[in-house]
């Protein structure tokens, strides 16, 4: 099977318009000595049934949250994935078409970024959004060199209670900005306002996460304020789905809010591909990484949407540029639009108290106690009496998968289970996972 | 206006005055459990204004934006650089497997066999395309593609104790790449292009040191050309302990005819959007696998995906390590759809390249005597025509040439690109566009030169039958309006003015 169109009549007419004799000679500008002389060791073509069939088999192998009562999240999350998602995700005009460079042809795209960046404004209480960077990982590295430019500082300060992957990518970029990166530990699964004040001195930035990567509850208000004070600029990373019930990051102060858009409108998908979301405050609009959509007028003064701001861009400020950025995750973040919207203020709010309900049922009646005091939004940490990757491999025996062992990305935390709960979980699902949980660790 | 014919398609309210206080659609579950109460410090205290809306005016709404879309579904798109081919549906489909859709990233690697083993052959197809041996699936594009080849050099050289401090692009180069460069902390240095649109090797030899820690080219170029001199420029920074790193935007035009392993260079990034179909999404997703020669190998990003026997896993244990430069393996689903057009061709993936390179050479030996063509060469998968004629007999730009074309139903190429070129049009056709729309391309090229001697404002007004005229971008990035104010906001008033 192939998608070629052209036909050997079409070739031969092709060839004689050209001029050559065979598409050999369209490639003599290739060296001899770089030429590829054999056949490419591949598998072999398949029809589309056969293909279907072959990856049919391979998706088979998996075990999905389909497949098994699942809690695990620590980053991803299992939230209802709205049939009008589709209605995006399905539509061959947004899917097929490539950056809106040309706003004539492209309308369609561009209003749907500008209504996207002011759902993400509006969720994260920020003046300005981009139309989304690759992930969660790596809009905190977009932060950090937008902090780099405006700070002139030379250190990023991460909460130890930000996701594991997010700090990893973050200590990956760091090098090339010059940064050195501290980390600040977490007490009883929350980080110490006072303690994030001190490393924040001298620091461009300063990372943390809002429910944090325990599943604790932070005193938001208070971390963004000590870097704040510091001259820092303080990074929340948060979760769109809590923020119907939790508040906004630029109404306690945030310089910057960021995060891993999955959770509203994208399937998990084995990790990818996702949107990573990144608002600030309208100081740093010139700083931004990534596409930023405008509004204008055309010749005829009517309402427009255009690719704005481009100065900051690779494609016309080179080196001097504010990222290297160039595609992004549009369909995704159109996905998530999708979504939310259909959600509304009221739908936003109600997946937030279900959220909240549901993990606080989990922490009463999971015959496990909870490893942190702090208050949760949709995961809750609890210890295990014995390793917490025994007691998963035995709950997953009954048909379970209770949660994330920490101790993958924590050290001394073998013996902690992080439970993640959605709106798609009943209370029934709950009932289960205890008993199960009971009998495992009994 | 609104008594126009098409007035509705030429105005798409925002989905925020779609909008009705106390309408809804979804319903989110809402069990019979207490809501625990939470701090007021911590609580929202005013709710987002999202859009509210009951489900069949949401569809309505997206359906409208669609409408003002043109993707490769709807028309030709030769989008120079952008490699814009069919995006086969087959590849959705597969996507959307549960078994690939919903499997959780942290699921351990005996649930993931399937992904895992799908990932383990898509590296192994992509190594031999490349000539090199291991593959990293994880960066999320071709740009961090680049990013990611810069810090293995940096790890590379830092690992042998060398100080280098200097990545030479081409002038030709995407601005990615300086970009790139600046970004993991290098100097940049320059290097012309000949009269024959190569690397100009005796600049290169003047530019090349002990301080040079590799060169970043796009082969064949973004003039769409082979550099002629590949070999010799290779052994220039080979001679030197450079390293050299293969920009795949335009890897399209020689899957299985001419390999950058074999070139000479020793990182190679895929933009998966381009050549293996990954659908362009109105801007993405992408994915930007890198490929290493084995020097390089030890410092790719963890994890890579190994087999053991029949077994597969993800290899979090690299000492060397750059570390991760995204979440998780990669974006799995760009995987899923690369990999199936991938198998889709087979061995036979050279014929897409060889059609791509034909359906460029059509275009441009139809069209090489209505414009300039500023290198007379065969060419790759694609061509760089300038408009600089037209510009001085008729004062017609690119910029008009690209607009009027709207209006034949063709989407523009990429303009004033490369910056080499002055009035640049660069035009790619790739290789699933049939004759008959190559046709239709030539036969408005030809149209729209004509236009521009006889009735040049057709170009200046152009276009014409798009939902709006031409926007003024001045406007918009001198009083951004970067997000819609609400009818209570202080901006609503400013930014209407």
Redesign the interface.
């Known amino acids: ?6 036909t050997d009549a ?2 031969a ?3 004689t ?4 004799g065979s ?1 050999d ?7 001899p ?4 002389d054999r ?8 029809g ?1 049934a056969e ?2 069939r ?14 098994e009562l ?1 809690f ?1 999240g ?3 999350y ?1 939230h ?1 994935v ?1 049939a ?1 998602a589709d ?2 995700l ?20 561009l ?5 996207y ?3 993400i ?3 994260t209480g920020m ?3 981009n ?2 960077g ?5 809009v905190a590295a977009d932060a950090c ?1 937008v902090a780099k430019h405006v700070t002139d500082r030379q250190k990023v300060v991460l909460a130890e209670s930000l996701n594991p ?2 700090r ?2 973050v ?3 760091a ?4 940064f050195e990166v501290v980390e600040v530990p977490h007490h009883d699964g929350v980080t110490d306002p006072d303690e994030l004040g001190a490393a924040a001195a001298d620091a461009a930035a300063v990372f943390f996460q809002q429910p944090n990567f325990l599943g604790c ?1 932070e ?3 208070a971390l963004a304020a000590a870097a704040n004070e510091a001259g820092a600029l303080s990074v929340a990373h948060v979760d769109l789905m809590s ?6 990051p630029g ?2 102060g945030c310089a910057i809010a960021l995060g ?1 858009g999955q959770s509203a409108g994208n ?8 949107y990573g979301f990144f608002a600030a405050r309208t100081d740093y ?1 010139r700083r931004m990484p990534g ?10 003064g ?1 309402r ?3 690719l ?4 900051r ?9 504010t ?10 973040a ?1 996905a998530g ?2 979504t ?12 937030g ?2 959220c ?3 993990s ?2 989990a922490r009463d009646r999971i015959p496990l106690e909870p490893a942190f005091a702090a ?1 949760s939004f949709k995961e809750v940490a609890f210890r295990t009496p014995r390793p917490a990757r025994e007691v998963i491999r035995r709950a997953r025996e009954h048909g379970v998968n209770p949660g ?1 062992a920490l101790g993958r990305d924590y050290e001394g935390m073998d013996d902690l289970l992080l439970v993640a709960v959605t ?2 979980k ?2 029934e699902d709950i009932d289960r996972l205890a008993d199960v949980l009971a009998e495992v660790c009994g | ?1 609104s008594h126009e014919p098409g007035a509705a398609w ?3 309210p ?3 005055e779609r909008s009705r206080a106390g ?14 109460e ?2 007021d ?13 009951a ?1 069949p005016e ?2 309505r ?14 028309g030709f ?1 030769p ?1 120079g650089s ?1 490699t ?5 549906r ?1 590849n ?4 959307m ?11 351990d690697d005996e ?5 895992l ?2 990932m383990w ?1 898509l590296q ?2 992509l190594a ?2 490349a ?1 090199l041996p291991a593959v990293t699936l994880q960066p ?5 593609g ?2 990611t080849g ?2 293995l050099m ?1 790890a590379y050289f830092a690992d042998r104790g060398e100080e280098r401090d200097t990545i030479i692009t081409a002038d030709t180069a ?3 790449n ?8 290098y100097k ?1 240095a320059r290097v012309e292009t000949d009269a024959r649109g190569n690397l100009d090797l005796d600049d290169l030899r003047g530019k090349v040191g002990d301080r040079t820690a590799g060169l970043m080219l796009t082969n064949p170029s973004t003039l769409g ?2 550099d ?1 001199g ?2 010799e420029v290779a052994t220039i920074f080979h001679d030197a302990g450079a390293l050299l790193y293969y920009d795949g935007a335009n890897l399209n035009a ?6 950058p392993g ?3 260079f020793d990182i190679v990034h895929y ?1 998966l ?1 381009k050549t293996f179909s990954q ?9 930007g696998p890198v490929a290493v020669r084995e020097t390089i190998e030890p410092y790719l ?1 963890a994890p890579t995906v190994v087999r053991d026997g029949d077994a597969f896993r993800l290899d979090h244990d690299r000492p060397k390590s ?13 995987f ?1 759809r690369s990999y ?1 057009y ?11 390249s ?2 791509a ?3 460029a ?2 275009l ?3 069209l090489r005597d209505a414009y300039d063509l500023p290198y007379d ?2 060419c ?1 998968h694609e061509f760089v025509l300038s408009a600089r004629k037209l510009k001085r007999e008729h004062g017609i730009t690119a910029l008009d040439v ?2 009027r074309l ?1 209006d034949y139903g063709i ?2 190429p ?1 303009i004033y ?1 490369p910056l080499v070129v002055p009035e640049a049009l660069m035009i790619e056709p790739t ?5 008959e729309r190559l046709d239709d391309f030539v036969d408005a090229m030809h149209a729209i030169a004509r236009e521009a001697a006889e009735s040049p404002e057709l170009l200046k007004d152009a ?1 014409h039958g ?8 001045v ?3 001198k009083q ?5 104010a609400f009818e209570d906001d202080p901006a609503h008033v400013e ?1 209407r003015g």
């Open positions: 099977m192939s998608y070629l169109s052209l079409d070739r007419e092709m060839l318009a050209i001029g050559v598409i000679e369209l490639f003599e500008q290739i060296p000595g770089v030429r590829f056949e490419l060791d591949v598998p072999p073509a398949l589309e293909l279907m072959h990856l049919e088999e391979l998706a088979a192998k998996n075990v999905h949250t389909g497949s699942s695990v620590a980053g991803i299992d209802y709205p009008v209605v995006v399905s539509r061959g005009e947004f899917l097929t078409a490539y950056t809106p460079y040309q706003p004539e042809m492209s309308q369609g795209t209003q749907a970024i500008f209504e960046q002011t759902v404004c509006e969720l003046d300005v959004s139309a989304s690759y992930d969660g990982t790596t060199f992957q997010v990893q990518v200590k990956t970029y090098p090339g900005f010059g509850l005193d938001a208000p923020l119907g019930v939790l508040e906004a109404a306690y891993e399937w998990p998908s084995y990790g990818g591909p996702h609009v596409r930023i959509v405008g509004e204008t007028l055309d010749e005829e009517k427009g949407f255009v704005t701001l481009q100065t861009e690779q494609h016309i400020r080179r080196e001097k540029a990222s290297n950025m160039t595609t992004n995750q549009t369909l995704l159109l639009l999708a939310l919207s259909w959600l509304g203020p009221e739908g936003l709010r109600e997946v108290e279900t909240l309900a549901l606080n049922y208050d994330y709106e798609k009943r209370v | 206006m030429r105005d798409t925002l989905i925020f309408r809804r659609a979804g319903r989110p579950p809402q069990p019979d459990l207490p809501v625990p939470l701090p410090s911590l609580r929202r205290s005013r709710p987002p204004r999202l859009p509210e809306l489900e949401i569809v709404h997206f359906t409208a934006l669609a409408d003002r879309t043109f993707g490769v579904d709807t798109y989008l952008c814009m081919k069919h995006n086969p087959v959705e489909r597969a996507a497997l549960p078994g690939f859709r919903d499997l959780h990233p942290h699921a649930d993931a066999q399937g992904a083993e799908l052959h192994g197809i031999e395309v000539g999320a594009a071709g740009s961090q680049e990013l810069l810090m940096r995407h601005g990615t300086p970009a790139s460069v600046t970004m993991a902390g940049l050309l082979f002629e590949i070999e020689v899957v299985g005819i001419s390999r074999d070139m000479g933009n959007h659908p362009h999404g109105g801007g993405g997703p992408g994915g990003p750059i570390g991760r430069v995204r979440g998780f393996a990669g974006p799995f689903g760009v899923v199936a991938m198998r889709a061709y087979g061995p036979e993936l050279r014929g897409m060889e059609a390179v034909l359906n050479n059509y441009l030996a139809q060469r065969h790759m690209a607009k709207m989407h523009p990429t690109f290789e699933t566009e049939p004759k276009p798009r939902p709006v005229r031409r926007l003024d971008e406007r918009a990035a951004p309006i970067l997000r819609y930014g």
